[in-house]
């Protein structure tokens, strides 16, 4: 270890705290407005493995939060998992850095999830943070999911949440933090869809809808979850399983309920492995 390197953290971290946050492979699903701190965040750290995971190119409207992007990144053609490679290697070229430029429903997503021992969900699907979360209880992975929210209304409205998903210990769906059945409709094939919008009609509302999207909103929840996992790596302490940010109120808050006893997740196939068969979501279209 670089002791100079790390001097200003090791009074908090510990020698043997450092180590550990050396010795993680961290994986990071998204690159996108949160996604682009967290990594960043994780290579300062001191964090040894990164992957990254994410099929997106970087558009024009990103630059207003993109960390990793830079003025002259070409617009169409530059890839955000290259981009945030580029801004570990400058940061660190000692850190291992591992890309996957594919969509999570992806059998290299998935493998490459697996093989890590932490999971940062830097997402804006309901339907990916629920494979996510299937995902990381099955193989004993604890999972930081991070949402942001911003609504411009009156009254504006803007935070996010940061919810702490460990292997039987509460999650993200007994916490209320996830949507099934906005999951359920994100996941649903094409033929699904085509079948429910015969029925129901198209959401065109929903259709290629952007919210509004905040640099410093996000830098915060960012911030928040990179440090709920620097609590558990480290053991400095355990993290929180909920924060949620109303930026309005300028307020964190803390919820540290009991996980359920008969949540789906962390019971019912917590630990439970390729029994779990979670490869079925590769399929879907997401
Ligand atoms: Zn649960």
Redesign the pocket.
Known sequence: MNAARFDRQLALLGVEGQSRLRAAKVAVVGAGGTGSVVVPELALLGVGHIIIIDHDAVEESNRNRHFCARHDDAIPGTAKVDIARRTVNEFDPSITVEVIPESLLSVAAFQAVRSADYVFGCVDLEGVRLVLLELCMAFSKPYFDIATGVEAGPPPMYGGRVCCSLPGG??L??LGELDAAEAGRDLESSEQRRDREAIYGVNRAALGAHGPSVVSINAVVASLAVTEFMKLCTGLSAPTRLLKYDGGMSRVSPRRDA??AD?Y??KGIAGAGADASSDRFIKCNV
């Open positions: 509460g999650c769906s007994c996980p359920a949540c997740y962390c």
